[in-house]
């Protein structure tokens, strides 16, 4: 490993040099199962044929040019996500953390706007946002945002899933300007809310003169089983952040904006050098032509089915698994105790996992995997768990 590479992550002792569909190939061409996806960036899986056509189309014409100009595909991909959404406009950065820091940045100047002297925004306990300075102080994680004191000011923190005490805040923080909510929180280990969370949400911010700002870096783009998750429920945010596989791997994240939300920037109040330049934008519309034609949304629905239903009758049985949940294909296994060596135990067995907060699975295979990947990818897994639980003999599964 080079020392030459800050130490910022604890790498596994693999690196590929290729992939074709759901599989990933190291260097001496041994295959791997990407259940993870470059954490939810490669739901098309790799070396996606509109997606490579499409890079290496644009790759020949122009990279970058400048936001000082017109980009047309740009302004393609806006009217795209913004049909898909029925959103009014986009601001185009290059990854969650930049779009989160857009929406955060919309909503202090939507508080300015009502008269607020320190505009505050509501996040939730175990949400992740990003690891800029802003985006970090919106997460909930105090393990990751240890050792970067000061952090930014103006949050206001409550449980997720919690509406009682959103109605708390509501009631007793009169500076909130927006709730920024993730639909699914991923890295907390696929935390899902109760059905109407989101609904409920969006009542109190109209409420209140809040707005909702949905950070759907991981749970859109078809993985929820809707385009985004906030469409299972029909409501609209005022907000709604995108990226990770937006692009399939090529850097791209998306800020859209609603009504009063989506007149508040204007030229040199935010911008990106890189956002939205024209092969970053090429790369999207192949991904998002690809999950429409392809109908990926209502095909994560169908696959996250058969695994929850499939992983719940096999593994819920150990006293080791405390819970498996998902919504599409966020898909989650929660043990009884630290269950990190997974992720290396897998990777010796050909799988790519991960592990989130320490206790939970976490899978994000590609939406493109056919059914018999779908269930190979399930034995392996249940098949792992039971090998790390040491169960012989599960218990009787509860009703």
Known sequence: ????????????????????????????????????????????????????????????KLLHSSNL????????????????????NVFFGNSGAEANEAAIKLARCHGHQRGLRQPAILVMENAFH??????????????????????????????????????SVAEHHADVAAVLVEPVQGEAGIQVPYPGYLRDLRSICDERGWLLMLDEVQSGMC?????????????????????????????????????????IFEPGSHGSTYGGNPLACAA????????????????????????????????L?????????????????????DCTELAEQALEQGYLINVAASKTIRLLPPLVMDDQQCQQLIDAVCNLVIEFAGASTPRAASA
């Open 284 to 315: 999207a519309l192949a991904v998002l032509e690809t999950m429409q034609e392809q109908q990926l949304a209502q095909r994560a629905a169908v696959l996250g089915r058969t695994m929850l239903g499939q992983i719940r009758e096999r593994l």
């Open 69 to 88: 100009y017109r980009i047309e595909l740009q302004e393609q991909l806006a009217a795209r996500l913004t049909a898909l959404t029925g959103m009014d």
């Open 1 to 60: 490993m080079s020392s030459a590479v800050m130490n910022t992550y604890n790498r596994l002792p693999v690196s590929f040099s290729h992939g074709k569909g759901v599989h990933l190939y190291d260097s001496r061409g041994r295959g791997y199962f990407d259940a993870i996806c470059g954490v939810g960036v490669n739901s098309l899986g790799h070396n996606h044929p509109a997606v490579t056509a499409a890079i290496a189309e644009q790759a020949g």
């Open 130 to 167: 990003g690891r800029t300075l802003a985006t970090l102080s919106a997460t909930g994680n105090r393990r990751i945002q240890a050792g970067f004191e000061p952090l930014v000011t103006g949050f206001v923190r409550t449980p997720f899933n919690d509406i009682e005490a959103v109605r």
């Open 317 to 337: 049985p150990l006293p080791e698994v405390t819970d498996v949940r998902g919504r599409g294909l966020l898909i989650g296994i929660e043990l009884s105790s």
């Open 223 to 263: 993985r929820s089983g809707h385009f985004y998750a906030c469409q299972g429920e029909q409501v609209r945010p005022d907000v709604l952040t995108t990226a990770k596989a937006l692009g399939n791997g090529v850097p791209i994240g998306a800020c859209l904006a609603s009504g009063p939300a989506a007149r």
